[in-house]
């Protein structure tokens, strides 16, 4: 993602303080192509309080500065939002076996007619997961 200055950056304009750890926890969200549950951020950052942890990802996600997802497993993971990622509806895929997760681009999706009106009208974010088996695991 970006540099330690950049994402300082993110920060204050997000209203946060900037500390060391959630410095370290952007850095390691930033280099990873998928969604990270808190127990994989736990381990890149050995040493560091779980908790601590824990409420960094949070406040990220409630700074809009990452989102949490739930893919079926009961497992948050979290990753970094882009700047320019204004897509309101993104994907993925993940393998119910080897659990390996894949994001794909944002998707149009027709809703049919029985879905009323006044419920969509204020949906302004969302999530299609496709689940299975990968070709590897076949």
């Given at each position: 993602m970006g540099s330690d200055a950049e994402n300082a950056g993110k920060l204050r304009r997000a209203g946060l303080r900037v500390t060391p750890i959630r410095l370290a926890v952007f850095r390691v969200l930033g280099r990873t192509r998928h969604p990270m549950s808190h127990r994989e951020v736990v381990d890149q950052l050995r040493g560091t309080d779980r908790v601590s942890i824990f409420r960094t990802l949070t406040?990220?996600?409630d700074a809009k500065l990452a989102r949490r997802l739930e893919l079926g497993d009961h497992t948050w993971r979290f990753e970094l939002v882009d700047a320019g990622d204004?897509?309101?509806l993104r994907g993925t895929v993940s393998c119910i076996r080897c659990l390996q997760i894949t994001r794909f681009?944002?998707?149009a999706i027709t809703v049919g007619p029985g879905v009323p009106e006044s419920v969509l009208a204020g949906l302004d974010d969302g999530e299609v997961q496709v689940r299975g088996v990968c070709g590897t695991c076949r």
């Open positions: 406040s990220l996600v204004d897509a309101a681009e944002p998707v």
